[in-house]
T-cell receptor, first 120, second 111 residues
Framework: DTAVSQTPKYLVTQMGNDKSIKCEQN?????MYWYKQDSKKFLKIMFS???????INETVPNRFSPKSPDKAHLNLHINSLELGDSAVYFC???????????????????FGPGTRLTVL | GIQVEQSPPDLILQEGANSTLRCNFS?????LQWFHQNPWGQLINLFY???GTKQNGRLSATTVATERYSLLYISSSQTTDSGVYFC?????????????FGEGTQLTVNP
């Protein structure tokens, strides 16, 4: 009954390779996110999708390409991996509610277990 | 962008002690969450607290939105409380909603 799941949990790969991380949520949420946690444990948003549509792209290199085939899935594909891409990647989901004035209010964000990516 | 500052950066306690962690933020926010990242790396939701006070067992949190800070209280700490505690503030804008995290408080509870 896992709410937000990610695969794989660990990923070790060589520089220059292409890899994907998958995320699925069974909470019925309409918004999903990717966050990156660096070696100093700092967490920063990378992308968010609402109903399969890209909403936030936080100046991430275009080697990173998120894809949302449906509301319950958000995958992250990384091309030409570099040493600096080594980090823990967290997927999250939440439900957005309209709150007037063109803004959406986001309820609690729930995080997946993370994927530890090591680039050698 | 919004700044989120947590203090202290590190905290070492003996089991049974109480502690208070603080989160200051630089602008009005739509919401605030507290997380615990355990030693296995899992991010666990503790509180979703835009204002007021909430309690959950030995943990409680208070957010004073008008003064732009939140406090997390841990009472009778246990070794399983060890890990990193993050405060994250939510800004909802027409460009989307995003959580901005503080740098965390590393808590070590010794037996």
């Amino acid at each position: 009954d896992t709410a937000v799941s990610q695969t794989p949990k660990y990923l070790v790969t060589q520089m220059g390779n292409d890899k994907s991380i998958k995320c699925e949520q069974n909470l019925g949420h309409d918004t999903m996110y990717w966050y990156k946690q660096d070696s100093k444990k700092f967490l920063k948003i990378m992308f968010s999708y609402n109903n399969k549509e890209l909403i936030i792209n936080e100046t991430v290199p275009n080697r990173f390409s998120p894809k949302s085939p449906d509301k319950a899935h958000l995958n992250l594909h990384i091309n030409s991996l570099e040493l600096g891409d080594s980090a823990v990647y967290f997927c999250a989901s939440s439900q957005e509610r309209p709150s007037g004035g063109g803004y959406a209010h986001t309820d609690t964000q729930y995080f997946g277990p993370g994927t530890r990516l090591t680039v050698l | 962008g919004i700044q989120v500052e947590q203090s202290p950066p590190d905290l070492i306690l003996q089991e049974g002690a109480n502690s208070t962690l603080r989160c200051n933020f630089s602008d009005s926010v739509n919401n605030l969450q507290w997380f615990h990242q355990n030693p296995w790396g899992q991010l666990i939701n503790l509180f979703y607290i835009p204002s007021g006070t909430k309690q959950n067992g030995r943990l409680s949190a208070t957010t004073v939105a008008t003064e732009r800070y939140s406090l997390l209280y841990i009472s009778s700490s246990q070794t399983t409380d060890s890990g990193v505690y993050f405060c994250a503030v939510l800004l909802s804008e027409t460009s989307g909603s995003r959580l901005t995290f503080g740098e965390g408080t590393q808590l070590t509870v010794n037996p």
